[in-house]
């Protein structure tokens, strides 16, 4: 697509359930990025994926949370059994990824999937 | 490890007045990338600028200016002639590789230009 594509733009869940949040990077882009935006905190980095390598998963809080990434392209953050401190806005970015490339490691973002746990 | 320093939390400023948003990194690394990225209200961040550690020379587009520094460590960027649609939060941010890298972000700077 022509820019990086996330869903749902807004959550609000139950504090304990799970949720899904999805993003479609930019087509061709092979590295793919999840931060989390707290108020006031910045970006957190949390995932991500670069080609067919392991992730790095360095990021990420809890064993509650996981991502994959199907086939290259969409990717699904999901967080088990949520929590009042989850709620953040989870953004998620693509780029080239390929050493040497002009701007290969120029992320570009989403606009965010703002989640809410009550 | 490396990271990001904005220690300008929020800026105000007029309309049409000059402003210089700060940042202050810290990596052991010689080989290194750093950026600014506006976030407008509407949240989505927009890339505006990457620099590499080896390129110190300072860039111009229109109003925007970046001095880097190797010396200080900084990398500040400067809006001439500010507008009220430069109102936004910016973030610099500092990455080691030129192909699979996470970047680190600052905090942000929240910028209020009023008419």
């Known amino acids: 697509g022509a820019g990086v594509s996330q869903s749902p733009s807004n959550k609000v869940t139950e504090k304990g359930k799970d949720v899904e949040l999805r993003c479609d990077p930019i087509s061709g882009h092979t590295a793919l990025y999840w931060y989390r935006q707290s108020l006031g905190q910045g970006l957190e980095f949390l995932i991500y994926?670069?080609?067919?390598?392991?992730?790095?998963k360095s990021g990420l809080p809890s064993d509650r949370f996981s991502a994959e990434r199907t086939g290259g392209s969409v990717s699904t953050l999901t967080i088990q059994r949520t929590q009042q401190e989850d709620s953040a806005v989870y953004l998620c970015?693509?780029?080239?990824?390929?050493?040497?490339?002009?701007?290969?490691?120029?992320?570009?973002f989403g606009a965010g999937s703002r989640l809410t746990v009550l | 490890a490396q990271k990001v320093t904005q220690a300008q939390t929020e800026i105000s400023v007029v309309e049409k007045e000059d402003v210089t948003l700060d940042c202050v990194y810290e990596t052991r690394d010689t080989t290194y990338y750093l950026f600014w990225y506006k976030q407008p209200p509407s949240g989505e961040l927009v890339f505006l600028i990457r620099?590499?550690?080896?390129?110190?020379q300072n860039e111009i587009s229109g109003r925007y200016s970046w001095n880097f520094q190797k010396s200080t460590s900084s990398f500040n960027f400067t809006i001439t002639a500010s507008q009220v649609v430069d109102s936004a939060v910016y973030f610099c941010?500092?990455?080691?590789?030129?192909?699979?890298?996470?970047?680190?972000f600052g905090k942000g700077t929240m910028l209020l230009v009023s008419p």
């Open positions: 970015a693509s780029s080239l990824g390929l050493a040497g490339d002009r701007g290969a490691n120029v992320l570009t």
């Open positions: 620099r590499n550690s080896f390129d110190e």
């Open positions: 941010a500092l990455s080691m590789n030129s192909g699979y890298s996470t970047l680190t």
């Open positions: 994926f670069q080609g067919n390598s392991a992730p790095d």
